[in-house]
């Protein structure tokens, strides 16, 4: 990673995992959330624009939930969305 300049997990699969998961072998990207669902998954390049609209929508929703946590946690009433 470090090699590459990598700030993601990334690594060669020599089949098994492309069997297991039933997908083309590359590049395939997946965007996985923060318990662990598959959110996107892309077959080739989807683009610089694409990953990124897709990372921002996913940590807005983090933000938002982490916001509605700390209400929660303060006891302050919060509106439904």
């Known amino acids: 990673m470090s090699k590459e300049?990598?700030?993601?997990?990334?690594?060669?699969?020599?089949?098994?995992?492309?069997?297991q998961w039933n997908s083309p072998p590359t590049p395939t990207y997946f965007l996985i959330d923060t318990v662990g669902t598959i959110r996107h998954?892309?077959?080739g390049?989807?683009?610089k624009k694409?990953?990124?609209?897709?990372?921002q929508e996913?940590?807005?929703?983090?933000?938002?939930l982490n916001k509605r946590a700390d209400l929660i946690k303060?006891?302050?009433?919060?509106?439904?969305?």
């Open 5 to 19: 300049n990598l700030n993601w997990r990334s690594f060669a699969d020599l089949g098994g995992i492309t069997r």
């Open 41 to 43: 998954k892309w077959v």
């Open 45 to 47: 390049s989807p683009g």
């Open 50 to 55: 694409v990953m990124d609209d897709a990372l």
């Open 58 to 64: 996913l940590l807005q929703e983090v933000e938002e």
């Open 74 to 81: 303060r006891d302050i009433p919060i509106s439904p969305s």
